[in-house]
Structure formats: C-alpha cells, structure tokens
C-alpha cells in the first residue's frame, strides 16, 4: 500500500512559479513508477508529467514541456513538481499517483493505470 499526500497549491499570477510535493507512505514507493495529473472545472483529468522509480526517466505532456520539471527523492519518500512560467490554463487540482510492479522505464498517462492517489492540491493562476 501507498499513502500519498500532496502540497504546495496556492494563487499565483500568470508567470508566476510554484512547487508541489507530494509525500508518500508505505514499504513500495521506492519501487513505485510516480505522475502528476491535474483536473480542471469541467474537464477530464489530465497527464503532467511522470517519472519512473528509479529517476532514469521521465516524461510530459506537451503543454508543459518546457515549463514543468518532476523529480522524486526516494530516501525521503517525496516527489516534486516544479512549475515554472505558469498559465491561467494550468489551473486546476493537482493529483499525485503511483503504481507499483510495473518495468523500469515504465510511465504510464492515464488515470486508470495507476492505484494509488492523494486527495489534490489546488492551483489558481490568474491573468
């Protein structure tokens, strides 16, 4: 099992930067590939970015390429999400999630593809 909790959301103007952490319980996060996803009013819930366990690999969606950086430290069982040059468009609820057992260089985008979630830490850019 994995508990995951996250933090860091606030409101903050267009250009703005923020961090979003994310910390985790539970013997397999180590062994755990983690993402973040962000849901909008009235919208799906959507991929960020993602690393696997090791940190060897990582990917994002292209709206924030460039802009967002994932990162986990394993020895104190976090993950980050450093957001640079934020958008009204990246408002939204910031989910963590992890997935265990998976191969090493796995990341999965959709939401069904992982187990576990935290509850969602609230961004706001205004224009």
């Known amino acids: 099992q994995v508990q995951l909790v996250e933090s860091g959301g606030g409101l903050v103007q267009a250009g703005d930067s923020l961090r979003l952490s994310c910390a985790a319980s539970g013997r397999t996060f180590s062994w755990a590939s983690m993402a973040w996803f962000r849901q909008a009013p009235g919208k799906e819930r959507e991929f960020v970015a993602g690393?696997?366990?090791?940190?060897?690999?990582?990917r994002y969606a292209d709206s924030v390429k460039g802009r967002f950086t994932i990162s986990r430290d394993n020895a104190k069982n976090a993950m980050y999400l450093q957001m640079n040059s934020l958008k009204p468009e990246d408002t939204g609820i910031y989910y963590c999630a992890a997935e265990s057992g998976r191969p090493r260089f796995w990341i999965g985008v959709r939401p069904n593809e992982y187990d576990y979630w935290g509850q969602g830490t609230h961004v706001t850019v205004s224009s």
């Open positions: 690393i696997t366990w090791s940190g060897d690999n990582t």
